[in-house]
């Protein structure tokens, strides 16, 4: 089948215009296709934005349904699940116990820490994924990407056609940092460690005389770090978190930067 025929038959079978039994080798070729990298959830277009195919996060979801719970053994490792593993990939440093689901593309040249990468979900070729660091699913990690210790980047399947997690090449995630609900961090850009994005988050660039707000985006080479701001209650006023813009990237911090670099360039203290 060509790609167009298999989200056809996805597209028919989700809505329910076939049975969902008819599309068993669309829904599996799909998945074989965001294995290998061919498809991808997210895709960026040559004006800058970027495509989100919902056929693909339906794909996912009624290959979830037609799969069966089967004990999956990996090495010492025994599971349960309806998701196979995947072995070792070509060209890619997968350090144990690192965890890759089928259905998930990783490029050669990354490296894989002790860390968790979702079904559906991209990484470029020179990222590190650091140790317990989290692949949400569909998310879209670029390259040179470095997803510091424990980094939370989460993970959407529904509704079908909501923005994934984008994290455009070369930005820095620093350790503890929480990206979720589509949040788009914009090339080499850098997020201080314990930084948190919703889609509701303030992200506030203070570096001006006047403070500008964005809600869902980091521009690219933005330099950010945990805030707080003050807000009316009921019970008085009281400080919510938010994410604060400190400046830029400098020319002297490239994309294989630390964070305590970017940040003394700033004169912070994080």
Same mark, same amino acid.
């Given at each position: 089948?060509?790609?167009?025929?298999?989200? #056809?038959?996805?597209?028919?079978?989700?809505?329910?215009?076939?049975?969902?039994?008819?599309?068993? +080798? =669309?829904?599996?070729?799909? %998945?074989?296709?965001?294995?290998?990298?061919?498809? *991808? !959830? =997210?895709?960026?277009?040559?004006?800058?934005?970027?495509?989100?195919?919902?056929? %693909?996060?339906? @794909?996912?979801?009624?290959?979830?349904?037609?799969?069966?719970?089967?004990?999956?053994?990996?090495?010492?490792?025994? &599971?349960?699940?309806? /998701?196979?593993? #995947?072995?070792?990939?070509?060209?890619?440093?997968? /350090?144990?116990?690192?965890?890759?689901?089928?259905? +998930?593309?990783?490029?050669?040249?990354?490296?894989?820490?002790?860390? &968790?990468?979702? %079904?559906?979900?991209?990484?470029? $070729?020179?990222?590190?994924?650091?140790?317990?660091?989290?692949?949400?699913?569909?998310?879209?990690?670029?390259?040179?990407?470095?997803? $510091?210790?424990?980094?939370?980047?989460?993970?959407? !399947?529904?509704?079908?056609? +909501?923005?994934?997690?984008? %994290?455009?090449?070369?930005?820095?995630?620093? $350790?503890?940092?929480?990206?979720?609900?589509?949040?788009?961090?914009?090339?080499?850009?850098? !997020?201080? @460690?314990?930084?948190?994005?919703? =889609?509701?988050?303030?992200?506030?660039?203070? $570096?001006?005389?006047?403070?500008?707000?964005?809600?869902?985006?980091?521009?690219?080479? #933005?330099?950010?770090?945990?805030?707080?701001?003050?807000?009316?209650?009921? =019970?008085?006023?009281?400080?919510?978190?938010?994410?604060?813009?400190?400046?830029?990237?400098? @020319?002297?911090?490239?994309? #294989?930067? *630390?964070?305590?670099?970017? !940040?003394?360039?700033?004169?912070?203290?994080?």
């Amino acid at each position: 089948m060509t790609s167009m025929q298999i989200q #056809k038959t996805i597209e028919a079978a989700f809505s329910g215009a076939i049975p969902a039994a008819d599309a068993h +080798a =669309a829904v599996s070729e799909a %998945i074989a296709l965001l294995d290998a990298g061919t498809i *991808s !959830l =997210a895709e960026p277009l040559a004006d800058g934005s970027w495509a989100v195919h919902g056929w %693909i996060q339906q @794909a996912i979801l009624l290959y979830f349904r037609q799969q069966q719970m089967e004990v999956i053994e990996h090495g010492p490792f025994t &599971y349960h699940d309806k /998701v196979p593993l #995947k072995t070792a990939v070509e060209g890619v440093r997968i /350090v144990p116990p690192a965890t890759v689901r089928y259905g +998930a593309f990783v490029e050669a040249g990354a490296v894989l820490m002790p860390s &968790y990468v979702n %079904i559906g979900s991209h990484v470029g $070729s020179g990222t590190m994924v650091d140790t317990w660091a989290t692949v949400g699913s569909g998310a879209w990690i670029g390259r040179d990407v470095h997803l $510091s210790g424990g980094v939370g980047i989460g993970g959407v !399947l529904e509704p079908p056609g +909501a923005r994934p997690v984008i %994290i455009e090449d070369g930005a820095f995630i620093g $350790s503890r940092a929480i990206v979720v609900e589509g949040v788009h961090v914009g090339a080499e850009a850098v !997020l201080g @460690a314990g930084v948190i994005l919703t =889609a509701s988050t303030r992200i506030i660039d203070v $570096s001006g005389d006047q403070p500008i707000e964005y809600y869902g985006e980091v521009p690219a080479r #933005k330099v950010v770090i945990p805030g707080t701001r003050p807000r009316q209650f009921p =019970a008085g006023v009281f400080n919510v978190p938010c994410a604060l813009i400190i400046g830029e990237r400098t @020319a002297s911090t490239d994309r #294989k930067t *630390s964070l305590n670099s970017a !940040l003394r360039d700033l004169a912070v203290d994080v």
